[in-house]
């Protein structure tokens, strides 16, 4: 490869790659929980505004972040609306 398309390949790396450190989230001493931070303007070019919800998929060494569109935001909306409207009955159930 000439020089050129390694500098080329080194840009296209970067802006499709990031890396981080796994942390810990402190809890009272404990720092057995794991936390990764994200940050940066890349996450806005990648689609992921502020105040953008996001599912995350996990499988055996891999993550991935979906920034959720109109619909799946509805959808959300709608599943903790009937979550509630559940446990009310739930609650008026036991009252009786």
Known sequence: MTAIGE????KILT????????GYRPNRG????PALQLKGKWL???????GVHVTVQISKGCIVLLPDNDTVHELRVQL???RAVIDCVREGVRGV
């Open 44 to 50: 806005r070019e990648a689609g992921f505004e502020t």
């Open 7 to 10: 500098y080329l390949m080194t």
């Open 15 to 22: 802006k499709t790659q990031r890396h981080c450190i796994v």
């Open 30 to 33: 404990d720092t057995s929980t």
């Open 80 to 82: 903790e609306q009937a």
